[in-house]
């Protein structure tokens, strides 16, 4: 069973006890594969590493690999599929969580990514789509104009939310509690992370756990 960690998002770099989890789970560093939430939008050359975020929070924690590669819609389906497999980590971006859900399954990469033995990460968008299921909502988001509830690649049974800007008065407005009625809802607020290893969840920062309408700030354990 693969470890997996869900990233709202950090403003800056991650916080020390993070690094510290990181750098003991991730002991196979060949090669990195980050998935764009955004595949659509690069034109020209590869994406400058430099530019991601995410890729400056790994730097940033010295965590380096023999090789990387970015995924989006300029790369051929079939050398995306061999990269997953792979993949010593596989970090799944942050931008419209829409379109890397539509992206994994045209490029046919959910299967696989289920089935690596890599560690998974996944920052905002990212993170929403490694859960069972995550919701759009009308509520939540003024662009859209219904709810819309997505399945995840499932690699662990809860749903998660992972919208960095909202906080506990939005989450306690009620839009996730209809999906509580359904499965456990983990809610993340900005600067925050959840660890899924052999089977245990821990949390690091301010998230919230919601299940049937009742909704609870869970301790710090990470």
């Not at 662009?143 to 809860?158: Q, V």
Request: some cysteine; hydrophobic content about 40%; charged content about 25%.
């Amino acid at each position: 069973m693969s470890t997996h960690y869900y990233f709202s998002w950090f403003n800056d770099v991650f916080p020390e006890k993070l690094v510290e989890r990181l750098q003991e789970d991730i002991t196979d560093r060949k090669s990195l594969v980050m998935i764009s939430a955004e595949p659509s939008d690069y034109e020209g050359e590869q994406v400058n590493f430099d530019d991601l975020t995410e890729w400056t929070w790994l730097t940033q924690a010295n965590l380096s690999f023999d090789e990387h590669h970015f995924i989006d819609y300029r790369m051929q389906k079939e050398e995306a599929q061999q990269l997953i497999q792979n993949a010593s980590v596989i970090f799944l971006c942050g931008g419209d969580p829409v379109q890397q859900h539509k992206f994994l399954a045209e490029y046919e990469l959910s299967d696989m990514i289920k089935n690596s033995n890599a560690v998974i990460i996944g920052a905002s968008a990212g993170a929403l789509n490694m859960a069972a299921k995550w919701i759009s909502s009308a509520d939540a988001n003024p662009k859209d104009e219904t709810t819309t509830f997505y399945e995840g690649l499932s690699f662990d049974h809860f749903a998660y939310e992972s919208h960095a800007r909202r906080d506990y008065s939005t989450f306690v407005k009620g839009y996730l509690f209809p999906l509580s009625e359904e499965m456990n809802v983990y809610a993340a607020e900005q600067e925050s992370a959840i660890r899924v290893k052999k089977g245990k969840i821990d949390i690091l920062g301010p998230v919230y756990f919601i299940s049937e309408s009742k909704i609870q700030k869970l301790i710090e354990t990470l």
